[in-house]
């Protein structure tokens, strides 16, 4: 995927752009007319994104779970 960002752009991509593209390409390939029936797609996808395997735990979390962390002094500080 950002090789070929950056063959199309001419710049990198963003940080998160792998799973803005991964997050698209979900909704597009679950999409319905009936939004129950699209929220049902969704919780049973499993696919090949640019960031692995895609599905959803029943809660709706992606597996594995994303999270963004912050360093500070080299080290993550714990969860608030």
Same mark, same amino acid.
């Given at each position: @995927?950002?090789?070929?960002?950056? &063959?199309?752009?001419?710049?990198? #991509? =963003?940080?998160? #752009?792998?799973?803005?593209? !991964?997050?698209? #390409?979900?909704?597009?390939?679950?999409?319905?007319?009936? =939004?129950?029936?699209? *929220?049902?797609? *969704?919780? +049973? /996808? &499993?696919? &090949?994104?640019? $960031? +692995? $395997? *895609?599905?959803? !735990?029943? #809660? +709706?979390?992606?597996?594995?779970? @994303?999270? /963004?962390?912050? @360093?500070?002094?080299? &080290? *993550?500080?714990?969860?608030?």
């Amino acid at each position: @995927f950002p090789e070929r960002y950056q &063959k199309k752009y001419s710049e990198a #991509a =963003g940080a998160l #752009a792998d799973y803005g593209h !991964d997050s698209l #390409a979900v909704l597009l390939a679950t999409k319905a007319d009936n =939004g129950g029936e699209w *929220i049902k797609n *969704i919780e +049973g /996808i &499993k696919m &090949k994104g640019v $960031t +692995g $395997t *895609i599905s959803f !735990d029943p #809660a +709706g979390r992606r597996i594995p779970v @994303f999270s /963004i962390s912050t @360093f500070t002094n080299g &080290k *993550i500080p714990p969860a608030q």
